[in-house]
């Protein structure tokens, strides 16, 4: 055998291994996808990545895909917050200028578990705020505090007005003016308790550590997450920001 025919036969068994190879990856990534689609699939829809998100279900690796997949959608956001049992009642969207104003407007009356003081607010702001509280708040404060939380204490969400810093205000518009973001100032218990990010952040005791771990906890569902440590501004409250940079401090 020449050395020319020698190559043609290598590139023909290479080309016909690559093209058996290619029809299997093509059976199987059809195969799997049929069982994800499938109306009786056997996956569970917390590890389907096809499915709509479930706010109470277990976290998995798909769940920040459901999760996105919700935010860029009003219909499923709203959804989403409906079959947990969030009160979420629908308003005409707010539209001001184009730094101010409220898409996917709504009144967040009471989240999965916990109350929440009336706030308008945008759905994308209410769904991170609902996965906060069923995923970390009340985790937390059935481990630290030994009593769930009744009521989340909120100064506000949207609000029409330039960027604060420890310096003034600059030329930045806050994302406040999209209601893209929401401020914490503390919480209620169902025993009665009324704890604060000014009386106990710097506590070391139970109430201390559950605001220290809610803090953290919230950089999980919102992308900018500020708080007493952050600067003087936000020594009473974390402020919880959907879009953004990426920043937890």
Not at 13 to 21: C, G, K, Q, T
Not at 137 to 165: E, F, K, W
Request: aromatic share 10%; net charge positive; proline share 4%.
């Amino acid at each position: 055998m020449t050395q020319k025919s020698g190559r043609r036969r290598y590139l023909y068994l290479a080309a016909s291994f690559f093209f058996r190879l290619a029809v299997v990856v093509i059976l199987l990534g059809g195969g799997v996808w049929w069982v994800l689609a499938h109306p009786e699939t056997p996956i569970p829809s917390h590890w389907n990545p096809l499915r709509d998100l479930k706010v109470t279900a277990p976290i998995t690796p798909v769940t920040k895909l459901q999760l996105n997949r919700a935010l860029a959608s009003e219909a499923q956001c709203r959804a989403a917050l409906e079959d947990s049992g969030v009160r979420f009642e629908a308003m005409a969207d707010l539209v001001v200028d184009q730094n101010c104003g409220i898409a996917g407007r709504g009144r967040l009356t009471k989240l999965v578990t916990s109350g929440i003081e009336d706030v308008e607010t945008s759905c994308a702001t209410a769904l991170r705020l609902t996965m906060w509280e069923h995923h970390v708040v009340q985790p937390a404060a059935r481990d630290l505090l030994g009593a769930y939380v009744s009521r989340l204490r909120h100064i506000g969400s949207y609000n029409c007005r330039p960027m604060r810093t420890a310096q003034g205000e600059n030329s930045g518009w806050s994302s406040h003016a999209r209601a893209d973001s929401i401020d914490i100032v503390g919480v209620d218990t169902v025993d009665g308790r009324t704890l604060t990010l000014l009386s106990n952040w710097q506590g070391s005791g139970p109430e201390g550590a559950f605001f220290r771990r809610i803090w953290r906890g919230a950089c999980g569902w919102f992308r900018v997450v500020l708080g007493p440590d952050f600067n003087r501004l936000h020594a009473d409250h974390f402020h919880l920001q959907g879009p953004g940079w990426g920043y937890c401090g």
